[in-house]
């Protein structure tokens, strides 16, 4: 089983709809993420958690909130979906204390806003 | 603010051939480096990363990365290439412990294509 899942996988929705993703993750790490991928763009960091009260934006955070349920689930919410929200997105962990800051990714879900 | 620069976007070679993928920071103490891999779709996987010590590091799949200090690089190299490491490539950088908000701030990508 993968470590860190994410669900849906895909999804398309129209303007203005509310969509969640979430990311599950079983390997117990402390920390997680959420990044978005634009072709040419790279990974950007949208918000991150380093434990289930702790929780911060990233680079590009408008527009976008989350909620970190408990240590192994954190979720990511578009409140009024927009058409350059269109894009790829991954969940990632890591653990606290590690050297370093390796991350782990879930395998991504392409959501297509129209 | 640190940044980190893949200068190739899209870099086409033939399968044997070797590769070299480049790698510069801008950051004033040496951070950690990654290099992860994206496969068509698939998530990042990691394939190598540096955090002190020899500087010559290997990972997976046959790939090792150098880091150079002087330059502020870090680039991935694979004497022989195969069909199946046609992927994006990643490199990403972290500051040292105590020194930086424990974040991964990725270059653009480099997309590989292998040509048979």
């Known amino acids: 089983d993968a470590d860190v899942t994410q669900t849906p996988r895909n999804r398309i929705t129209k303007t203005g709809k509310r969509i969640m993703l979430e990311c599950s993750q079983t390997?117990?790490?402390?920390?997680m993420y959420w990044y978005r991928q634009d072709p040419g763009l790279g990974l950007r960091l949208i918000y991150y958690s380093f434990d289930v009260k702790d929780i911060n934006k990233g680079e590009i955070s408008d527009g976008y909130s989350v909620s970190r349920q408990a240590q192994a689930k954190f979720s990511l919410s578009l409140e009024s979906a927009i058409p350059n929200q269109t894009a790829l997105y991954f969940c990632?962990?890591?653990?606290?204390?590690?050297?370093?800051?390796?991350?782990?990714f879930g395998p991504g879900t392409r959501l297509t806003v129209l | 603010a640190q940044s980190v620069t893949q200068p190739d976007i899209h870099i086409t070679v033939s399968e044997g051939a070797s590769l070299e993928l480049r790698c510069n920071y801008s950051y004033g103490a040496t951070p950690y480096l990654f290099w992860y891999v994206q496969s068509p779709g698939q998530g990042l996987q990691l394939l190598l990363k540096y955090f002190s010590g020899d500087t010559l590091v290997q990972g997976i799949k046959g790939f090792e990365a150098e880091f150079k200090r002087s330059q502020s690089s870090f680039n991935l190299r694979k004497p022989s290439v195969h069909w199946s490491d046609a992927a994006e490539y990643f490199c990403a950088v972290d500051p040292p412990y105590g020194a930086g908000s424990y974040q991964l701030t990725f270059g653009k990508g480099t997309k590989l294509s292998v040509i048979p």
């Open positions: 390997k117990g790490h402390d920390r």
């Open positions: 990632a962990t890591s653990e606290r204390g590690g050297v370093g800051n390796e991350q782990f």
